[in-house]
């Protein structure tokens, strides 16, 4: 077994050494911090938006939604990536640095009569950077900026209309749980009125005033008031669900949102709605983004008829030993296309023809919107009508049933009159909500016709 004698560290080498320990143990502490600190975002529950039993407006929803619905952050890194490439393609006016090495082993077998076989083995070491310039490309790389920039701005239109989308569904789902709520409340009145109409019928009874039949009617109207109400507080758990999940938060506590359901008019002519439309729609920006980074595509397809410049510059070590020869370089390329296959024509006919699509889209994408924007109004102005009718048919129900009531009271009236003025009572209350619920939508619909929020 040998002994090798240990060779002493210079003060520089310890030094060395020392500093390089020292990074090492700075960089796991690092580590460890960092794993830690991962550890507990994953262990602590993330912030909820919203407080158990807090009041809440619909512009509140509107915002929580912006910040906690998945779809928004998908739309919006969509956006981020597309403008990522804006960069991407400018990278090609700069210069393109780079450093390669290479190492090749060479090895040759000669044979001779006086020797036999000889093998010849060698080495060939390169080495050097290297610097390349687009000098001028007829239009290539700023066509290539134009459709990155282009399809940045399209997809940025589409983040804004998944943004309106989302606005309008928690828009519906905010009004549904106002109109699931109001039902509720209705729906308790009926049961307050049909138990006071048994208590009556049950006294009547007692005396031997009205038969036993008006009992078991009192009864059987009490009972559908109650299954009616069940249903109603059945609907309204699932409108809250509704608006969680618009907003995204599913498992949000219980709060509760201001009622907004009370009727205004809402003065808007078609044709303002529809200049509107057309100047704000996100979705009508998008395709004519689109369209505007097809015409850039069809400019970069036609730039490849006509030739590149480029120059470069290097400097090199190269050899089979050391010391290795060196020197720069210096040149420039002109490369002529010439003939590839009609591929360039080819790709100018398909550039052609997909900006003429997306030409006939955005006048496509117009109509509709034209159409939108009128079944917009025309449902407003329905609605607006339906409120005032509702309105009037409620306070003639509520007049109604207040006679039959008093008719039956009095020992006048029967029980089948009572019956049916709660009855149209409770579809008058029904349809006066629907009318509400229905106006606010018909806003919410026009306004997103219009690509307002």
Same mark, same amino acid.
């Given at each position: +077994?040998?002994f ?5 560290l ?5 030094s060395?050494?020392? +500093?390089f320990l020292?990074?090492?143990?700075? +960089? ?20 909820? !938006? ?17 910040n ?24 090609n006016?700069? !210069?393109?640095?780079q450093?390669?090495? /290479? ?10 009569q ?5 093998t ?6 390169d ?11 007829f ?22 209309n998944v ?5 309008l ?6 009004y ?7 039902n509720?409340?209705a ?29 078991i ?19 309204l ?6 608006l969680?999940n618009? +907003?995204?938060?599913?498992?949000a ?5 201001? /009622?907004?359901?009370?009727?205004? !008019? ?36 036609n ?6 410049l ?7 070590w ?10 720069w ?8 296309p010439?003939?590839?296959g009609f591929?360039t ?11 003429d699509a997306?030409?006939?889209n955005?006048e ?11 079944q ?15 309105a ?6 509520q ?20 019956t049916d ?7 008058a209350?029904t349809?006066?909500?629907?009318a ?18």
């Open positions: +077994m040998g090798r004698k240990r060779k002493r210079s003060i520089r080498e310890r060395i050494c020392l +500093m020292f990074l090492a143990v700075l +960089m796991a502490v690092a580590a460890q911090s960092m794993y830690a600190q991962a550890e507990d975002a994953q262990a602590a529950p993330p912030e909820q !938006p919203i407080k158990k039993g807090e009041v809440l407006t619909l512009p509140q929803c509107l915002a929580i939604a912006r906690k619905n998945p779809q928004i952050s998908a739309a919006r890194n969509g956006f981020l990536a597309a403008k990522s490439r804006i960069g991407e393609a400018q990278s006016y700069y !210069p393109q640095a450093w390669q090495t /290479d190492v090749n082993h060479f090895s040759s077998t000669t044979q001779s006086l020797i036999g076989s000889r010849i083995t060698s080495a060939n070491f080495t050097g950077p290297s610097i390349t310039q687009n000098l001028y490309d239009g290539r790389t700023s066509s290539q900026v134009g459709i990155a920039k282009f399809n940045s701005e399209a997809s940025y239109q589409n983040f804004e943004d309106l989308q989302i606005d569904n928690v828009k519906t789902a905010y549904g749980v106002l109109q699931a709520q109001r509720v409340s729906a308790q009145e009926v049961v307050r009125q049909a138990t006071q109409h048994l208590t009556q019928a049950e006294g009547f009874f007692k005396v031997g005033t009205a038969p036993k039949i008006d009992v009617n009192a009864e059987v109207t009490l009972s559908n008031a109650q299954l009616s109400l069940i249903q109603a507080r059945n609907a758990q699932v409108s809250w669900q509704n969680n618009a +907003m995204g938060i599913p498992d506590p219980e709060y509760v949102i201001e /009622d907004n359901l009370a009727y205004a !008019p809402y003065p808007i002519t078609f044709e303002h709605a529809l200049q509107t439309a057309y100047k704000n729609r996100p979705d009508l920006k998008s395709f004519v983004a689109t369209e505007k980074a097809l015409k850039q595509s069809l400019r970069f397809a730039a490849g008829f006509y030739p590149t480029s120059g470069s510059a290097g400097y090199n190269s050899g089979e030993r050391l010391p290795l020869d060196h020197g370089s210096v040149g420039a390329s002109l490369v002529v010439i003939f590839n591929l024509k080819k790709q100018v006919d398909e550039a052609t023809a997909n900006l997306a030409s006939a955005v496509t994408l117009k109509q509709q919107i034209y159409l939108q924007n009128r917009a109004y025309l449902n407003l102005k329905q609605a607006e009508s339906s409120v005032a009718t509702a009037v048919g409620l306070k003639q129900a007049e109604n049933l207040d006679l039959a009531n008093g008719r039956y009271a009095a020992g006048v009236g029967s029980n089948i009159e009572v003025a709660l009855t149209s009572f409770s579809n209350q349809a006066y909500i629907n509400l619920y229905s106006h606010k939508l018909a806003e919410a619909n026009l306004e997103n016709a219009m690509g307002v929020r």
